[in-house]
């Protein structure tokens, strides 16, 4: 086997994770029995660490026939445009989380409806769950801390070049797609 550190069994976003959590020993790559697959071992007490992707939930508004998006002021993908969504926190569902999200960086309370898709983003270790999502009051959504910037655009003005993440972007191709399906059925108002 060819020298590597663990860094080489971890995603980028666990990069800086270099020790064990249980005794302060250095993480090395190393199959463990029974396993398949290089993991971050404890060169001390053999404790293996894994990096697995989180979750993040996000919401993609409509009204009016037009999306939410919110113009990012931190990075990853500092100026550029996705829908408001966040990691989950623990003991929330999804869809309270994309419901939390929305309320923290946009000021806006929204009605979470129907799973878009679940989109993988491997290089940031999470699994982007979007769902589409109504706005429950008639206010302006505003920017906060984490948006400069909060518009609403028709489908044909959404800044496919300044989008933030192919995640982002994969999850409004989704949301066009369904209501296009829903255009094509004219009997069914809602999907
Ligand atoms: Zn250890």
Redo the contacts with the bound molecule.
Sequence with gaps: MQAMDAADSAPAAYADVR???????V?RPDVPPGDDRLRAV??????VTYFNPRPVAMAVIERGGRVLLARRAIEPGYGRWTCPGGFAELGETPEQTAERETREECGLRVRIGAQLGAFARSSAAVVVLAFRAWPLERRAPRASAETLEVRWFAPDAIPWDQIAFDSTAEALQAWLARRRARRARPSQRRT
Excluded: I, K, Q, V
Excluded at 19 to 25: D, E, I, L, R, V
Excluded at 42 to 47: N, V
């Design positions: 020790f064990c959590a249980a005794c302060g020993g993480l404890c060169s001390l007490c053999r404790r």
